[in-house]
C-alpha cells in the first residue's frame, strides 16, 4: 500500500546550524506534500506544504523542495532556533484530503 | 478566528466502556477529519466528514464510528473499548476535501 518513509528519527543540531528532514513516498498519483510541526502536548501545525507542480518553496527560515521523478522531497530549516525544537511529521496526498499519509516523524533538537 | 477545538482534553476510560470525542472545527470549514496517533503507529486517518456525510474512512474496526452536524461540528465515538485504543486522537478541518487541514490539539484518551 501507500506508505511515506522519514528519515531521520531524531536529528540533534546546534543552535544556528542547518536541519534537514528527508521523505520519499510510494504513490506517485501523490500531489500535494504538506509539513507539520507537533510541539509536546499540542497538535500538528502546518508549517508549509508543496504541490506537484513546484519544485521548491520557501518561507522565510523554511524551504521544502520535491523530486516528483524520485518521489522525495525534504524540509530544510536554516538558522536553527531552540524553539525550532519539535516532532516534525511529512505527509503526501492525493489534494489532501483522506489519502494523506503520514512519516513517522522527526523529533528535532535545537541545542541552545 | 479561532482554531479546531477539541473536548474533552484528557479522557480515562476502562475496558469496555463506550467514549464520545468531541472535535468543533474552524469557523467556515465544512470538512473534519479524525485520525488516531499512537507512538507505534504514528498517525492514522480514521474517517473524514463533509456537509454531514461520511465520506472516507480508514481502516479501523466497527466499533470507532463518528458524525458530523448541520454546523460541521464532529463527534467519534468508540465502542466496547481495547487497551489498544489508548491514543491521542486529532481532529483536523478544512474548508473543503482537497484543502489543508488544520488540526486541534487533541483527545488524549486513556484505557485501563
Known amino acids: 500500500g501507500e506508505n511515506v518513509e522519514q528519515h531521520p528519527s531524531t536529528l540533534s543540531v546546534q543552535e544556528g546550524d542547518s536541519a534537514v528532514i528527508k521523505c520519499t513516498y510510494s504513490?506517485?498519483?501523490?500531489?500535494?506534500f504538506p509539513w507539520y510541526k507537533q510541539e509536546l502536548g499540542k497538535g500538528p501545525q502546518l508549517i508549509i506544504d508543496?504541490?506537484?507542480?513546484?519544485g521548491e518553496k520557501k518561507d522565510q527560515r523554511i524551504a521544502v523542495t520535491l523530486n516528483k521523478t524520485a518521489k522525495h522531497f525534504s524540509l530544510h530549516i536554516t538558522e536553527t532556533q531552540p524553539e525550532d525544537s519539535a516532532v516534525y511529521f511529512c505527509?503526501?496526498?492525493?489534494?489532501?484530503?483522506?489519502?494523506?499519509?503520514f512519516g513517522a516523524g522527526t523529533r528535532l533538537f535545537v541545542k541552545a | 478566528k479561532a482554531g479546531v477545538t477539541q473536548t474533552p482534553r484528557y479522557l480515562i476510560k476502562t475496558r469496555g466502556q463506550q467514549v464520545t470525542l468531541s472535535c468543533s472545527p474552524i469557523?467556515?470549514?465544512?470538512?473534519v477529519s479524525w485520525y488516531q496517533q499512537t507512538p507505534g503507529q504514528g498517525l492514522q486517518f480514521l474517517f473524514e466528514?463533509?456537509?454531514?456525510?461520511?465520506?472516507n474512512k480508514g481502516n479501523f474496526p466497527g466499533r470507532f464510528s463518528g458524525r458530523q452536524f448541520s454546523n460541521s461540528r464532529s463527534e467519534m465515538n468508540v465502542s466496547t473499548l481495547e487497551l489498544g485504543d489508548s491514543a491521542l486522537y486529532l481532529c483536523?478541518?478544512?474548508?473543503?476535501?482537497?484543502?489543508?487541514?488544520?488540526f486541534g490539539p487533541g483527545t488524549r484518551l486513556t484505557v485501563l
Open positions: 469557523s467556515g470549514h465544512r470538512s
Open positions: 508543496i504541490r506537484s507542480n513546484v
Open positions: 466528514y463533509f456537509s454531514e456525510t461520511q465520506r
Open positions: 505527509a503526501a496526498s492525493i489534494d489532501g484530503g483522506f489519502k494523506t499519509i
Open positions: 483536523a478541518s478544512s474548508f473543503g476535501l482537497a484543502d489543508e487541514q488544520f
Open positions: 504513490d506517485s498519483a501523490s500531489n500535494y
